[in-house]
């Protein structure tokens, strides 16, 4: 979003340097009459001494918006007329001042006018009037002789030796007749120079610095109260309230802005990719974003660098943990086995064929048909003697013999402990017999802290600022006292001060020091690198189901093959029998290492003051005559009228540039999810 300090400073100073350049001819009459008694010259100047006692400050709209409604919502950049003072309306939609004060009038969110409506002077002859726009009007006719235009209206001839002002310039009384004309630097009041300031000349009581106030010359050619740049606007740039810093970078969602040239946040570029932080773009990615790895996800932390992985219990899918099942497993559903698909849902049905039956997410054949239906072979796992020889299960020779693939352990199969095979560090398929859940699963999870840096942006730049002193001699030996200065700041125009160097003059100035205002840097801590997450990454198969025969507090189970060991699970925390190994298993773990904050400050400048620049437009731009240590006479062309200061600064090669002042410091660890613990103890 733009803001319209700029306009608003140009406006004022338009109408500064219209009061300035405006100067009517005013006729001196070779003869004149004789004047007697004196002309209340403060009178006629009472309307311009005091802006209030006109109708000049109307709210006649504001420029994109309507009326003057401080609590309205409003278009931001838009400007109106709250008085005499200008307003903006800022990132909020809200109407707030910017500091400036117009000296004569306010009329569609801009300054106006050369005076102050309802006051009066003369134009030679001719009466004139200040308009409601701040215009002088010629008032009724020119004043016939022998009567002369007396503060504004037409009199008898004036008394020798009085005074009135026409525009900004003192008339003196001669022979009856208002002629000696002499240009006051400031203002002219009741007949005579005064003020100290410009009308319509704006400075700050702390240039580019947060807290500091605008001030605005009235038509009386004395400051305005300061007014405080806070809120949406809290900065003071060439005299007006802003919003920020020319050249801060701030971050606005996921999109950086950049401060402009006349104190206005600028258009949101996009960090694409990656993460707005300090005012930047960092890291390889969006902060919040997601994505898998292969069963696990990952999370973009605020430093758009991917965090650890955090692995899902069934598929990662589009960035986050789906599925009721892992990919892979069997169940039944009726007499059909079901199967879990790449995406960890349960496939379609297929059908066991008679006389097969599912079980254990499997079709197998019964042969226990009845008493008189023996089979050949025993089955393991069934609590059946499938051969009638009186055994069931591992209590028969065939599955616990020699040559057997049963045995009877006395791991624990209580409620709540599941018979599994247990690949600690790899993850094959699973082992015959053991198509229950499969579960991948870690142990031993370590990392090392991360390595940090930190990122120093600047968010506000130094500068130097000095007091310049100078004076004005009549000789080139420029000896005497040398007692006028301004605050001047590197890079800062100082509008409208209303000095006036005369090209007959000879000039001299002096710095009185010059000193480093410091600016602002943010520091962004970085993880420079971040040692990866090492665990042994293993699998549990559950038991589809276990035989009897065994005695009590023993169960019958396969015997599996070297690449495993039999075990017993059981969700969370537990204490396993003697004679077995305890393991602590998880389904994820949580990494919080990062790096703590930083801090970066500016660079010392090694400011010097040598001079100050003169120039004759209100912007410090084009012509200019620079007073040095040395004296000399000023070399603009024409009057030598000047509207604009600006301070000659070295800074001895330094720079602006931020260094980092307090390191960053690694943070966090990595931690097993102790929600998703997992107790297993297996065989020796």
């Not at 960092?282 to 790895?293: D, I, K, P, Q, Y």
């Not at 260094?659 to 990595?670: C, E, I, K, M, R």
């Amino acid at each position: 979003m733009r803001y319209a300090p700029l306009a608003v400073a140009l406006a004022l100073w338009g109408a500064a340097c219209t009061t300035l350049l405006q100067l009517p001819d005013v006729p001196i009459p070779a003869d004149a009459g004789s004047e007697t008694g004196s002309i209340d010259a403060a009178a006629s100047e009472t309307a311009a001494g005091d802006a209030s006692d006109a109708e000049t400050g109307n709210n006649d709209g504001a420029i994109g918006d309507g009326g003057v409604d401080g609590g309205a919502e409003c278009s931001p950049g838009a400007t109106q007329c709250d008085g005499l003072e200008l307003q903006t309306c800022v990132a909020t939609e809200t109407w707030q001042s910017t500091g400036a004060v117009c000296p004569y009038a306010c009329t569609a969110g801009g300054c106006v006018g050369t005076c102050v409506p309802g006051s009066m002077q003369c134009s030679g002859a001719q009466p004139q009037t200040c308009d409601g726009t701040g215009t002088w009007q010629s008032s009724g006719s020119a004043c016939a002789s022998p009567n002369v235009c007396t503060s504004g209206a037409c009199a008898s001839p004036c008394a020798t030796g009085a005074t009135q002002c026409s525009n900004n310039i003192v008339q003196t009384c001669t022979a009856g007749q208002w002629g000696s004309p002499m240009q006051c630097a400031f203002v002219c009041t009741a007949g005579s120079c005064g003020g100290v300031c410009t009308p319509g000349a704006m400075q700050c009581t702390e240039d580019g610095g947060t807290g500091g106030s605008a001030q605005s010359c009235g038509a009386n050619g004395t400051w305005d109260t300061p007014v405080a740049c806070t809120g949406g606007l809290p900065f003071c740039l060439g005299g007006a309230c802003v919003a920020c810093t020319p050249g801060a970078v701030q971050c606005s969602g996921n999109g950086i802005q950049a401060c402009d040239p006349a104190g206005g946040w600028g258009s949101v570029t996009a960090c694409t990719g990656q993460t707005c932080f300090g005012g930047a773009c960092v890291g390889t990615c969006m902060s919040g974003a997601t994505r898998c790895a292969g069963n696990s996800v990952e999370t973009c932390d605020a430093m758009g660098n991917w965090g650890s992985p955090s692995a899902c219990q069934n598929v990662c899918t589009a960035g986050s943990c789906a599925g009721s099942c892992t990919p892979g497993a069997t169940t039944c559903s009726g007499n059909a086995v079901e199967t879990c698909d790449s995406t960890g849902n349960w496939g379609s049905a297929t059908a066991c064929t008679p006389p097969q039956t599912c079980a254990n997410g499997a079709c197998s054949t019964n042969l226990d048909a009845g008493a008189d239906a023996c089979g050949p072979v025993e089955i393991c796992d069934n609590g059946i003697d499938d051969n009638c020889d009186g055994k069931i299960d591992c209590a028969d020779p065939e599955c616990s013999g020699d040559g057997g693939q049963w045995a009877c352990t006395a791991l624990p199969a209580t409620p709540g402990w599941t018979i599994a095979a247990y690949e600690p560090s790899a993850r094959p398929a699973c082992p015959t017999n053991f198509s229950g859940a499969q579960d991948q699963v870690i142990s031993g999870v370590t990392a090392g802290p991360d390595s940090c840096g930190c990122n120093c942006f600047n968010t506000k730049a130094a500068t130097c600022r000095g007091t310049w002193e100078w004076a004005e001699f009549s000789t080139d030996s420029c000896s005497g006292a040398i007692t006028s200065g301004l605050p001047l700041t590197q890079g800062g125009c100082l509008s409208n001060p209303g000095d006036n160097l005369a090209q007959a003059s000879w000039w001299k100035g002096a710095a009185t020091g010059a000193t480093t205002v410091a600016g602002t840097c943010s520091g962004v801590s970085a993880v420079a690198n971040k040692p990866a997450v090492t665990a042994s990454q293993g699998e549990t198969c559950s038991l589809t189901q276990a035989g009897g025969g065994c005695a009590a507090g023993f169960v019958c189970a396969p015997i599996v093959t070297s690449d495993f060991q039999l075990c017993s699970t059981y969700p969370g925390a537990a204490t396993c029998p003697m004679g077995t190994t305890r393991t602590s298993l998880y389904t994820g773990y949580t990494d919080t290492r990062s790096c703590g904050s930083c801090a970066c400050g500016t660079e010392d400048l090694g400011c010097v003051l040598t001079g100050a620049e003169f120039f004759t437009s209100a912007s410090c731009t084009g012509s200019a005559c620079e007073i040095s240590g040395s004296c000399a006479k000023c070399a603009l062309p024409g009057t030598g009228d000047t509207s604009s200061i600006q301070g000659v600064f070295t800074n001895n090669g330094k720079t602006t540039s931020c260094s980092v002042t307090t390191g960053a410091q690694p943070t966090g660890t990595v931690t097993p999810n102790a929600s998703s613990e997992i107790t297993i103890c297996c065989q020796p």
